[in-house]
């Protein structure tokens, strides 16, 4: 039960091969001859059995054959009976290369492999490489070479070229899985296959589009957790969008939603096939960089300043050494080279004057990466340099990238490079193009560790009354909230607003402007007309009574006449907000298929659409990812101090921010909203115009949280949270875990008896490794659970005074099994609080969450020789019994 489910598909130890017959190749079809002739390449380190449906013999052979995987390559017609014949020889996977089969046809081979327990990669892929396992299972070419490098296509023709780039680039693969569209397991499987897969260290996506993006965030944001995941993806513009989801049969959604949702997942995005490429090298040399500072080595100063400008361009930092590494390199250098910004060897830069430069630059703390730069200079020998870096690469803890520049005399240099897994470029730009790359990772990594609830720790909203607000809208079949409702609804989240009364005739709106006080804004008020000013239907600065009687006539003529067909309430009227050098923001939501709602953040005003500054994040929102969107505009450059006006309250922008999360997450309705214009500055923040469009909540996705199942991000379930006390005096808490709790949780590890850490993990480790630390702190909170108990304790600090520190003394968790109906679990709890509860307090919460999410059976491994455990196991009223596939463990299973 500690294998992946998956684990049938990409490590299997029996194969059989429906593929037609080897000795009649004229009845192959073209994916059957390349996978005869990939399979028969190498030899497979498992067991291989080939069979033919059409021969009388194969089904006598059925009884003795036993496999993990079937690989069909059939004509369409032909495999649906193989993969009937696969489910009676017990496969748990099969692969179908097929090509061919429409969708119709593959939804009938899905109910097939779902009636006979089979996990189905396929139709219309190229297939799959493992080659560690010698295993070929592909139509994509040679075997690539063995590497910790992972690649998943949604594209045949590109697995194949990235297949043939690799074999020619020193680059080697843990993995290679073509993904073809109508397939069964999908993107998201694979990528939590490899999050868990030891042999994979990092991982490489062509993505046309996703078909959940609940499931495909959960695996993303796993797998970007354990290990560097690029991700190239297609259909940035519309007529690729199309494209996009005609070849791959799935959904595309919005470029920028995408990129939001990549950077959130921790993820880094590319933009070309290039850049894929350049990506795939550094990562193959599994190079991990934690920051901006490139530092620019090279016998040249032309080609140093162009890495320097795109440095620049692409918001990095030019990395300087220290005056100190400086003052030590300078003796070790010739006379002309300068060590100010570039370290320009120049031309008379030997292979030594490389060494000592790349290991100073490596060894300053003011400098994350290295770029070496190579010109060809008359009597130079490049390929010295090259050897003298190979030299160096293992000393090194910092990424080093190469640009060996020319082409002829720089082949052989470029091949020495390859061979000592450097990462070669032939342009500067290239270069430092992909160190960025690489380096955003780092940067995405602290979107990836927020886990927000859905309500912040501001004051409590008045979720009640808004829903009232929105079922009356729909009560009245209407979608588009008027001005006054949208900001009611604004209100009961605590957003300001501006006062706003509603006239019906001149006289009113007079009466209504003397008592709020001049100025004011008059505004036609109709569910029809989304863009007020577009109908000039919005009317500023008014000082007087008369003026506000004069315009209010003149307006509703205008509409009535420019929009006859608009349903007019009357006209607004509210107060004229009174900051004089306050900066107009915009936020918004807009909703994306299939991401679901996304909350928009720039510069606003009637110019919205030409200035077009839409920074774009997915909810929810902490004060932490509110100030990086806020960051990520345009406008944001206008928030501080600027041309004379004070800086605004930025306080109050992450708070409105804050609110309009709280709205997202708590009101599934919503559809699309724009607070546009926010009057904010140095005093505070205040929405002048609101307009809401609304819906019909979305039917709860099935396996999604009942709240939250309009969210692509599960928030964090702070509803979990209670407080125990402990027998003999004390309490401690009960709480969903966070990826914060990773040192206490490895501190509570490394406390336990070696027994203790045995019957936990059946293994003799004495700490948890950093991947399996990130997968245990950070999980998806809709397909699993941990809940840890946290107790406080007062220890004495170095300098003798006590203080209150937190300490995990337990966990339980639960993992939902691939039947989406019962989960395993498991139970830690610290050795000295055993015996006083815990377990068992810990077991039934765990059970608890489980029984809400729907699911029906939870169930566990314990070890038969463990019998505390089976003891607690049998007071909580779990049936227990062997285990056939491992006699030292017992079975333990409840109905919840």
Same mark, same amino acid.
């Given at each position: ?494 957003? =300001?607003?501006? !006062?706003?009364? &509603? #006239? @019906?005739?001149?006289? +009113?709106?007079?009466?209504? $402007?003397?008592? /709020? *006080? ?100 997915? =909810?929810?929102? !902490?004060?932490? &990812? #509110? @100030?990086?969107?806020? +960051?990520?505009?345009?406008? $944001?450059?206008? /928030? *501080? ?106 501190? &509570? ?148």
């Amino acid at each position: 039960m500690d294998k992946h489910y998956l684990t049938p598909l990409f490590q299997p130890e029996a194969i059989v091969v429906f593929a037609g017959r080897a000795d009649d190749p004229a009845s192959l079809t073209p994916h059957a001859q390349a996978l005869h002739a990939a399979l028969r390449a190498q030899r497979y380190t498992g067991t291989l059995q080939f069979l033919d449906i059409h021969t009388t013999g194969t089904l006598a052979d059925l009884a003795q054959a036993r496999a993990d995987l079937a690989i069909i390559a059939l004509p369409p017609e032909d495999v649906a009976a193989a993969l009937e014949i696969a489910g009676r020889v017990s496969c748990r996977a099969a692969l179908v290369i097929s090509s061919g089969i429409g969708a119709e046809q593959a939804a009938e081979l899905k109910k097939i492999a779902r009636r006979e327990g089979v996990f189905l990669l396929g139709p219309n892929c190229l297939g799959l490489q493992r080659p560690q396992l010698q295993l070929n299972a592909s139509a994509a070419g040679p075997l690539a070479r063995a590497g910790s490098l992972a690649l998943v296509s949604q594209s045949g023709a590109l697995t194949a070229s990235m297949l043939d780039w690799a074999s020619n680039n020193a680059v080697g693969f843990s993995s290679v899985v073509s993904l073809g569209p109508n397939t069964s397991v999908d993107i998201a499987q694979v990528l939590d296959f490899l999050a868990n897969d030891a042999q994979t260290h990092s991982i490489i996506v062509y993505l046309e589009g996703i078909s959940n993006a609940r499931r495909f965030m959960s695996a993303l944001r796993m797998a970007a957790n354990a290990k560097p995941v690029v991700v190239l993806k297609a259909g940035r513009r519309p007529a690729g969008n199309e494209a996009a989801q005609t070849h791959s049969g799935t959904i595309v959604g919005s470029d920028d939603v995408f990129d939001a949702a990549l950077r959130r997942a921790g993820a880094v995005r590319v933009r070309s096939f290039v850049e894929l490429f350049s990506a795939a090298k550094c990562l193959a040399s599994r190079y991990r960089p934690v920051g901006k500072r490139l530092a620019i080595v090279t016998n040249g100063g032309g080609p140093g300043v162009l890495a320097a400008d795109w440095i620049n361009e692409i918001a990095l930092q030019l990395g300087k050494l220290s005056t100190d590494s400086a003052a030590a390199l300078k003796p070790l250098l010739n006379g002309h080279a300068s060590l100010s910004d570039l370290i320009d060897l120049s031309e008379e830069a030997t292979p030594e004057h490389y060494k000592a430069a790349i290991e100073a630059a490596c060894r300053d703390r003011a400098i994350d990466g290295v770029l070496a730069i190579y010109s060809p200079k008359v009597g130079g020998d490049a390929s010295a340099v090259a050897r003298a870096l190979g030299e160096i690469k293992r000393s090194i803890g910092k990424p080093l990238l190469c640009c060996w520049m020319g082409d002829a005399t720089v082949q052989a240099a470029r091949a020495i490079l390859n061979e000592a897994a450097i990462p070669s470029f032939r342009t500067p730009e290239a270069a430092v193009g992909a160190f960025g790359n690489i380096a955003s990772f780092y940067q995405n990594q602290l979107l990836l560790q927020q886990t927000p609830p859905p309500l912040s720790t501001l004051a409590k909203p008045d979720i009640e009354a808004a829903r009232l607000v929105i079922e009356s809208v729909l009560a009245e079949r209407r979608k588009v909230l008027t001005e006054m409702e949208s900001k009611t609804l604004l209100s009961a989240f605590h957003i =300001p607003v501006t !006062n706003t009364i &509603l #006239a @019906r005739n001149a006289n +009113e709106a007079m009466m209504i $402007a003397t008592q /709020l *006080g001049y100025p004011v804004a008059l505004k036609i008020a109709s569910p029809d007309i989304s863009h007020k000013s577009d109908v000039q239907g919005v009317v500023l600065n008014l000082a007087s009574g008369t003026a506000v009687r004069d315009a209010y006539n003149d307006m509703i003529e205008r509409v009535g006449r420019l929009l006859p067909q608009a349903r007019i309430n009357g006209i607004t009227v509210q107060k004229m907000a009174r900051a004089r050098r306050g900066r107009e923001i915009y936020i918004g939501l807009v909703s994306d298929e299939p991401f679901g709602p996304v909350i928009v953040f720039g510069a606003g005003g009637t110019m919205i659409e030409l200035i077009n500054d839409r920074a774009m994040e997915l =909810p929810p929102l !902490n004060q932490f &990812l #509110a @100030r990086r969107l806020i +960051e990520r505009s345009r406008v $944001a450059e206008t /928030l *501080g101090e600027w041309r004379g006006a004070s800086a605004v309250d930025m306080d109050a922008l992450e708070q409105l921010l804050l609110r309009v999360s709280e709205m997202v997450c708590e009101l599934p309705q919503l559809r699309e909203m724009d607070i546009n214009p926010i009057i904010v500055d140095e005093s505070g923040a205040v929405a002048v115009d609101a307009r809401i469009v609304i819906d019909n909540a979305p039917q709860a996705v099935s396996g999604r949280s009942s709240n939250y199942g309009h969210l692509s991000i599960l928030p964090y379930p702070a509803r979990y949270e209670q407080i125990w006390p402990l027998p003999g005096g004390g309490e401690y808490a009960v709480r969903p875990i966070h990826p914060d709790d990773a040192q206490m949780l490895q501190d &509570l590890v490394q406390q336990l008896s070696p027994e203790s850490r045995y019957f936990r993990f059946v293994s003799s480790m004495v700490e948890l490794p950093p991947s399996m630390l990130a997968r245990f702190t950070l999980i998806d909170y809709d397909r699993e659970m941990a809940l840890v108990a946290v107790a406080k304790e007062r220890v004495a600090g170095a300098d003798g005074e006590i203080r209150e520190t937190e300490r995990i003394v337990g966990v339980s968790r639960y993992i939902t099994n691939p039947d989406q109906s019962s989960c395993e679990f498991s139970l830690l709890v610290a050795d000295e609080f055993k015996g006083r509860g815990l377990g068992s307090r810990l077991m039934e919460s765990i059970m608890d969450v489980a029984r809400e999410k729907g699911l029906a059976e939870i169930e566990g491994l314990v070890l038969a020789n463990n019998p505390g455990m089976l003891k607690l196991m049998r007071s909580l009223g779990f049936s227990v019994k062997p285990f056939e596939e491992d006699r030292d463990f017992k079975l333990v299973t409840h109905a919840l």
